[in-house]
C-alpha cells in the first residue's frame, strides 16, 4: 500500500510538473501557493497513510504474536502521532519548495484554483482509483513492451550478421 501511495505522489508530481524556472529562493507567499498546490492536488493525502499502515503494521506483526502488550502498543502508537505528523509536514514542505522551484506563483495560484474548483475535486475523488488501475496493468505491460522490444532489438541485428 505504500508503494502505492508513493507512486501515486510521483505520478501526481510528475502529471504537474512544469518547465523549470531560475529562481533561488521562492519568496514565502510563492511557497504558500506551492503547498496549497501540494494539498488541494491530493499530494498531500498520499503521505497520509504512511502512518496508518505503519500502525497496522505494528499491530498486525507485534500484536497478533504479543496481545498481552496491546495497552502498551497501542500507548506508544498514539504518542508516536504527532511524530508522523511533524515529518508528513515535512515532506509536504519539501514537495511544495519542489513545485515553487519549478513553476511561477501565479501557475501555481492557477493550478490550486483548478484543484479547489468541483472539476479538480472530482478528480481528486477519482485519482487514487485510476492510479490502482494504472498500477494494476502496468508491471504485465512494462514486461511485455520490454520483451517486444528485445525481440525486435535481436531480429534487426540478426539481420545486420551478428549473432548476440
Not at 38 to 50: E, M, N, P, R
Not at 127 to 133: A, G, Q, W
Amino acid at each position: 500500500m505504500i508503494r502505492h501511495s508513493l507512486a501515486g505522489a510521483i505520478l501526481s508530481l510528475a502529471l504537474l510538473a512544469a518547465p523549470a524556472l531560475a529562481q533561488q529562493a521562492p519568496s514565502p507567499e510563492h511557497l504558500k501557493a506551492a503547498r496549497d498546490v501540494v494539498v488541494s492536488s491530493g499530494l498531500a493525502q498520499s503521505f497520509d497513510s504512511i502512518y496508518t499502515e505503519f500502525v497496522a503494521g505494528v499491530r498486525q506483526s507485534v500484536g497478533t504474536t504479543r496481545p498481552e502488550l496491546k495497552k502498551d502498543i497501542d500507548e506508544i502508537l498514539a504518542s508516536l502521532k504527532d511524530d508522523a505528523e511533524a515529518k508528513r509536514n515535512e515532506i509536504v514542505d519539501t514537495s511544495a519548495r519542489a513545485f515553487a522551484g519549478k513553476m511561477t506563483e501565479p501557475d501555481l495560484k492557477e493550478v490550486a484554483a483548478f484543484f479547489n474548483s468541483p472539476v479538480g475535486q472530482r478528480y481528486n475523488t477519482f485519482r487514487p482509483e485510476v492510479i490502482d488501475e494504472i498500477f494494476t496493468v502496468m508491471q504485465p505491460w512494462s514486461v511485455a513492451t520490454s520483451n517486444l522490444l528485445y525481440d525486435r532489438f535481436y531480429a534487426e541485428m540478426r539481420k545486420r550478421g551478428h549473432q548476440l
